[in-house]
């Protein structure tokens, strides 16, 4: 699921649907640079790991964005950031405590 979101295009695509809600490829392409089949073969990616499901309104596919796997991704990130803040911690109170220790030699 993260490295589908380490692309730009899908990154973009994916901030796109959560701002505007559920959209077409045409708007989708539209302003991006990118051709509807680059669109659609992104959000083919995207759809295969989960970040967004698709269904047809007339004519056209309808993408919008899975709520649960979003929180699910939200959830993971916030939870290395927590151990990160929890590493850093530890290795301020050794550095600090190493200090400490060659003020007393």
């Not at 295009?9 to 708007?27: F, N, Y």
């Not at 993971?76 to 003020?103: G, H, Y």
Request: aromatic share 4%; net charge positive.
């Amino acid at each position: 699921m993260f490295a589908a979101l380490g692309d730009d295009t899908r990154a973009r695509l994916v901030g796109r649907l959560c701002v505007e809600g559920p959209l077409s490829i045409t708007h989708l392409s539209e302003g991006t640079g990118v051709t509807r089949q680059a669109v659609t073969k992104q959000l083919r990616t995207l759809g295969r790991v989960g970040l967004v499901r698709d269904f047809r309104r007339g004519r056209e596919r309808i993408y919008e964005l899975e709520p649960k796997r979003l929180e699910k991704a939200r959830r993971s990130l916030d939870q290395i950031s927590a151990e990160w803040d929890a590493a850093i911690s530890r290795l301020q109170a050794f550095v600090e405590d190493d200090r400490n220790d060659d003020k007393h030699r």
